[in-house]
């Protein structure tokens, strides 16, 4: 049987369990891409490297994973934490960090991978390459905005019109962030408007995820969502992107009153 290819976008805590609970087969995750370096975001790439080691067919030569990211001393720290101890490990796993420094980071016979510079982390003068970035993730799906962690407002409209935006809430106020978006980039009349979803969200919105969602305008709240760990996203191509009915953090957008 053929084995399906899967894409790992930044590697938080729990990653490695909390992908094979849903459903992941880390074996066929061969390319990682890190928006940027704090731990939130990274502190589970050696557990899932782990992952994809240890689950290796044995007599299987070496397999090769690639690590995207503007953090290359974290990602070698990670890979430094499985070398130490485990000896076998690059008789199996054949790492390769390369770091994120130009817009195109990607592109295989299913996606393509750009990285968009935002201001989340700020450089150090000495620096040239941004440190921190959203990714634009194109193919047979529409396009798909991962936003990362934000450096200002206005970067939630990064990579313009899309298909699926998958936005941080950790650092903005949602109905901040979403009116922003739609004052500068309108959803074009007869296209398909984007889903916006909601992640990575701040304690005020995880307290209480229904008030959240009510302090978005009404006419604003169609095809908004707010997120829960695990939350499934199923492409159809007819209808779209369908959010898995469990995986919103509340009631369905619909249900609530304003
Ligand atoms: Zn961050
Ligand atoms: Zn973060």
Known sequence: MKRQKSYCFDAGFGVGRSGVIHGVDWRNVKNFFISHGHIDHTGGLPEALFCCWKLRFSGETARQVSIYTPSVRQAQAALTMLHENHAAFENFLDVKIIPITEKLVFQDEIIRVEALANTHIVNAPTQTAARSYAFRITGPFGSIVYTGDLGSLDEGGIGEACDLRLMEDGHFRPEELLARLRSEAPQPKGTKAEQVVFLHHSREVMKDP???????????????HFSCDGATFVFHPKSGWQLDKDSIVGHKTEEVKP
């Open 210 to 224: 229904d008030a959240a969602l009510r302090r978005i305008p009404r006419e604003q709240r169609k095809n908004i």
